[in-house]
């Protein structure tokens, strides 16, 4: 089924339920990390434009977006993860040979996707100035993050439409065509950037609305490849409409995915608050740095994605001694290829850094973090893998319930707790090892106990 021939003639996917996994697993993984990694790099480009074209307010012009990034975080977040129930749903049905339920799931995935961003657009846009003023943004920095905040906003349900299509691509194993469009849409984002920041003197409301508009033009892009392709996840524009079972099937899988990634985005705002708390070049140095990390991010969360795509497919064919190989392998190719990333990034990571911020003492600050939050990302692979595994056999609840446990838990006592008694930014850093530490090691604890590919 997932070699089906597409409208173009050519296979559609990967096959995940025979042959061999290690160069499969990479053929999935790689774009969908490339994927993440070019996302995040046009994001870095937003960041490096609005600091070299803002005039005297660059610092505070990076700051403003800096101060947004994990808002941004905790919204995608959320329904990244919902999009992820879709991505198993469907390559469960895959799995089954249910074209049916592969057609409802998709169609139900896509209403999701928008609704879901109008919504969240309204809440986001009534409570904006709540929202940065509870975060402790400096008054230099607030109009400045409140107009990026506001145009992000009203962008929300095409970023959140790209989301899910991408979802809906990777569930049969493509993973190029999210790569391809995302490509086209970030040549876009960094051209409008430029034009509107650069040439208009829009400051970061250049970013923001060329931010929108790219990720218009990419959602678009998908969609007309969904409503053209032959393939089991084909898209009926008069069709469209929600399905009972597969919304609820979506939402058992999803709403615990995106509440967990929602919960570890919500806990890193009670960081980003702490960090805003020690000014402006604090603030700027932190974005900076987050921007280079999240590009190793990309490259364990990518085969986070790949296994529990490909053990959804395994287990709805009843292949459970399979899913164990894709579980062994997984871990093994994430180790090697995240590793040489974070190596590459703390070698040249001072240089890195002074392509967002020039001031020293913020290259200085931002290096602390990328050194400290890669010793955590040591135990993020770890736990990623596992979360995705069980979410692979429709287990989500459990690894949400435990990262809000090992994350959130964690990470607000010590800003509460810790943080008061040493304001500085190590302090603040170091939180970020030891709460995915306890956290691998809840989720890894829950992976010994569940042996979910050991069940009937």
């Not at 993984?29 to 434009?49: D, H, R, S, W, Y």
């Not at 920041?197 to 250049?206: K, R």
């Not at 596992?386 to 994350?407: C, D, K």
């Amino acid at each position: 089924m997932t070699n089906k021939p597409d409208a173009t003639g050519k296979r559609a996917g990967i096959n995940m339920l025979d042959g061999p996994i290690w160069n499969r697993v990479l053929m999935f993984a790689l774009p969908v990390a490339a994927t993440g990694m070019l996302e995040q790099l046009f994001n870095a480009t937003g960041v490096a434009i609005v600091g070299n074209f803002s005039g005297s307010q660059d610092t505070q012009a990076v700051a403003a977006v800096g101060a947004n990034s994990f808002i941004v975080m905790l919204v995608v977040n959320l329904f990244i993860g919902v999009s992820l129930g879709a991505n198993v749903v469907i390559a469960n049905a895959i799995g089954r040979g249910n074209h049916d339920a592969v057609r409802k799931a998709v169609h139900t995935a896509i209403i999701m996707a928008v609704v879901g961003g109008i919504i969240c657009a309204i809440i986001g846009e009534l409570g904006a100035v709540a929202i940065l003023k509870l975060l402790n943004v400096p008054a230099d920095v607030l109009p400045l993050a409140l107009v990026y905040l506001r145009i992000y906003l009203i962008g929300l349900p095409v970023i959140l439409l790209y989301n899910f299509e991408a979802a809906i691509f990777r569930s049969i194993g493509d993973t190029a065509t999210p790569l391809k469009a995302l490509a086209m849409a970030g040549v876009l984002n960094v051209g409008l950037g430029l034009l509107l920041t650069a040439g208009f003197h829009w400051s970061v409301a250049g970013v923001a609305c060329a931010t929108v508009l790219s990720n218009a033009f990419s959602s678009m892009l998908l969609l007309r490849k969904l409503t053209h392709t032959d393939s089991p996840i084909q898209v009926d524009l008069r069709a469209l409409q929600v399905d009972g079972m597969a919304l609820r099937a979506i939402l058992r899988i999803g709403v615990p995915a995106g509440l967990q990634g929602a919960v570890f985005a919500f806990a890193n705002v009670i960081i980003q608050g702490a960090i805003n708390s020690l000014g402006s070049t604090v603030i700027a140095a932190s974005s900076a740095a987050f921007n280079i990390e999240a590009l190793a991010y990309q490259v364990f969360n990518s085969f986070s994605q790949a296994c529990a795509t490909f053990t959804g497919q395994n287990h709805g064919a009843g292949q459970n001694a399979r899913c164990r190989r894709v579980l062994a392998i997984c871990y093994l190719e994430d180790v090697i290829i995240t590793a040489s990333v974070i190596a590459l990034v703390l070698l040249f990571g001072h240089s890195m850094l002074t392509i967002f911020v020039h001031d020293p003492d913020a290259v200085g600050i931002g290096y602390t973090r990328l050194v400290l939050v890669f010793i955590g990302y040591i135990f993020s692979v770890a736990y990623d893998l596992a979360s995705g595994y069980l979410r692979g056999f429709g287990i989500s609840l459990v690894p949400a319930l435990l990262t809000v446990l090992g994350v959130c838990g964690t990470r607000i006592g010590w800003i509460a707790f810790v943080f008061p008694a040493h304001r500085n930014f190590t302090t603040i850093m170091m939180v970020y090892p030891i709460s995915l530490a306890i956290t691998a090691a809840l989720v890894i604890g829950s992976l010994v106990y569940y042996r979910p590919s050991y069940r009937k």
